[in-house]
């Protein structure tokens, strides 16, 4: 099978504040590198892209030092949290912008999805854009056409196509976009998180679409998601990036796992007030795995902890009180819930056993109570986490919806 997409030392650098360098004299010195061949002389070396410090030159790399190789017919995943450079990179490869330094060789046409807006002109109509997509990717007024009446099917605007694109909504530019990169005839299909635009009855049409693309079609596909479910269906291979720099690639299972264990986030923390009127208070609740380590994304066959620091007013009658949990799913219904009788100040945990959460986001609410006497303190709707499926037997139903939790269920024969 041939490389259809290779990547060589590529970085991206962008200039903070003023673009020029201060100089006419400097300003030809960059150009003439630039003609050579050669690295901007002007360019500071080792910032690197973390929004959350400040640097110490006026330079940011977006990416730096990027190396590899995807074969044709692959479909591979682009994982990492805001600000890894996935955006940027897919901009590179479609041509959106220039590399700083480094080389990208591609065999094949590329037709990608990445902002909304990207590669339609507002005046145009539906139509007119559809052909204006074509031309660019090299296709001829006949082979458009062709394909015309699946494209405008398939983004379901058949009423608007006579309509110029800025009077769109977000979603049918959206919707259009897509079914035009998807449809028309090109090697290379990249799409970026553009998709959480749509419905979720889109969304689904769309993974729908790019798993075909891949698998029945052979044509190369770059997908960017915060959706690792979506990811783990659709890629086999993934690239890992943090901090515009590549950490890791291979089996898309494998990288799920390093990205998840390189995860912490606050969302799955509470910080209580460290002190208080109430006779008992959370003054701290966290997520973690079973080893301690504070996560929000955890695979369906791990273990989850919650743990609660408590803190007590009173040491007489602790007893009448005790803690309670509900977990709530994305839409905020009550999955199930749990009491315990027993108080101790600090250290308490629930564990939430392997295989029993289904795929998905959840968060919790969680109170101290005297059962319907009083309630002395409550949080809620926090520490939000996800489930992620790792291979249950369930998961080779793809994105149809079985329910929130694996049933603890026998067949009789």
Same mark, same amino acid.
């Given at each position: 099978?041939?490389? !259809?997409?290779?990547?060589?030392?590529?970085?991206?650098?962008?200039?903070?504040?003023?673009?020029?360098?201060?100089?006419?004299?400097? +300003?030809?010195?960059?150009?003439? %590198?630039?003609?050579? &061949?050669?690295?901007?002389?002007?360019?500071?070396?080792?910032?690197?892209? +973390?929004?959350?410090?400040?640097?110490?030159?006026?330079?940011?790399?977006?990416?730096?030092?990027?190396?590899?190789?995807?074969?044709?017919?692959? %479909?591979?995943?682009?994982?990492?949290?805001?600000?890894a450079g996935k955006s940027t990179l897919l901009k590179l490869l479609s041509r959106v912008t220039a590399p700083t330094t480094g080389k990208i060789k591609v065999k094949g046409r590329i037709a990608s999805l990445l902002e909304v807006g990207t590669g339609f002109h507002p005046e145009l109509t539906g139509?007119?854009?559809?052909?204006?997509?074509? !031309? @660019?990717?090299?296709?001829?007024?006949?082979?458009? %056409?062709?394909?015309?009446?699946?494209?405008? +099917?398939?983004?379901?605007?058949?009423?608007?196509?006579? *309509?110029?694109?800025?009077?769109?909504?977000?979603?049918?530019?959206?919707?259009?976009?897509?079914?035009? %990169? !998807?449809?028309?005839?090109?090697?290379?299909?990249?799409?970026?998180?553009?998709?959480?635009?749509?419905? !979720?009855?889109?969304?689904?049409?769309?993974?729908?679409?790019?798993?075909?693309?891949?698998?029945?079609?052979?044509? *190369?596909?770059?997908?960017?998601?915060?959706?690792?479910?979506?990811?783990?269906?659709?890629?086999?291979?993934?690239?890992?990036?943090?901090?515009?720099?590549?950490?890791? $690639?291979?089996? *898309?299972?494998?990288?799920?796992?390093?990205?998840?264990?390189? &995860?912490?986030?606050?969302?799955?923390?509470?910080?209580?007030?460290?002190?208080?009127?109430?006779?008992?208070?959370?003054?701290?609740?966290? @997520?973690?795995?079973?080893?301690?380590?504070?996560?929000?994304? #955890? #695979?369906?066959?791990?273990?989850?902890?919650?743990?609660?620091?408590?803190?007590?007013?009173?040491? $007489?009658?602790?007893?009448?009180?005790?803690? #309670?949990?509900?977990?709530?799913?994305?839409?905020?219904?009550?999955?199930?819930?749990?009491?315990?009788?027993?108080?101790?100040?600090?250290?308490?945990?629930?564990?939430?056993?392997?295989?029993?959460?289904?795929?998905?986001?959840?968060?919790?609410?969680?109170?101290?109570?005297?059962?319907? @006497?009083? $309630?002395?303190?409550?949080?809620?709707? #926090?520490?939000?986490?996800? @489930?992620?499926?790792?291979?249950?037997?369930?998961?080779?139903? &793809?994105?149809?919806?079985?329910?929130?939790?694996?049933?603890?269920?026998?067949?009789?024969?």
């Amino acid at each position: 099978m041939s490389v !259809a997409i290779k990547v060589e030392n590529l970085s991206k650098a962008y200039q903070l504040g003023e673009v020029g360098t201060g100089t006419i004299s400097r +300003d030809l010195e960059r150009w003439f %590198a630039k003609i050579r &061949g050669k690295e901007d002389p002007f360019l500071k070396i080792g910032e690197v892209n +973390d929004r959350t410090t400040k640097g110490t030159t006026g330079v940011v790399w977006s990416l730096k030092d990027i190396n590899f190789e995807i074969q044709q017919g692959d %479909a591979v995943g682009i994982i990492g949290r805001n600000g890894a450079g996935k955006s940027t990179l897919l901009k590179l490869l479609s041509r959106v912008t220039a590399p700083t330094t480094g080389k990208i060789k591609v065999k094949g046409r590329i037709a990608s999805l990445l902002e909304v807006g990207t590669g339609f002109h507002p005046e145009l109509t539906g139509r007119e854009n559809i052909f204006l997509n074509g !031309a @660019i990717l090299g296709m001829r007024k006949k082979e458009i %056409a062709r394909k015309f009446d699946e494209i405008v +099917d398939f983004a379901g605007i058949e009423r608007y196509i006579d *309509t110029p694109v800025k009077r769109y909504s977000s979603g049918m530019y959206v919707r259009l976009a897509f079914a035009v %990169a !998807a449809y028309l005839e090109s090697e290379i299909l990249i799409v970026d998180e553009v998709l959480a635009v749509g419905d !979720a009855e889109f969304q689904k049409k769309c993974l729908g679409k790019i798993g075909e693309v891949s698998k029945g079609e052979g044509r *190369t596909v770059l997908f960017v998601s915060h959706n690792m479910v979506s990811i783990q269906q659709l890629c086999l291979f993934s690239i890992l990036m943090s901090n515009g720099q590549l950490l890791a $690639q291979g089996n *898309t299972k494998h990288i799920l796992r390093e990205y998840l264990h390189r &995860g912490v986030t606050r969302n799955a923390v509470y910080e209580g007030p460290a002190d208080s009127e109430k006779k008992i208070w959370f003054k701290k609740i966290f @997520i973690s795995d079973i080893k301690g380590n504070v996560k929000e994304d #955890f #695979f369906h066959d791990e273990e989850i902890c919650i743990n609660y620091d408590l803190r007590f007013n009173i040491d $007489q009658n602790a007893h009448v009180y005790s803690l #309670f949990l509900m977990i709530l799913d994305e839409n905020k219904s009550r999955i199930f819930s749990t009491e315990s009788k027993v108080l101790t100040e600090k250290k308490n945990k629930v564990i939430i056993e392997s295989s029993f959460l289904v795929r998905g986001s959840y968060s919790v609410h969680t109170f101290i109570h005297a059962p319907r @006497i009083e $309630q002395v303190d409550v949080v809620e709707d #926090f520490c939000n986490f996800n @489930i992620i499926d790792n291979g249950s037997v369930f998961n080779i139903h &793809g994105e149809y919806d079985y329910g929130k939790v694996f049933p603890r269920a026998k067949w009789h024969y």
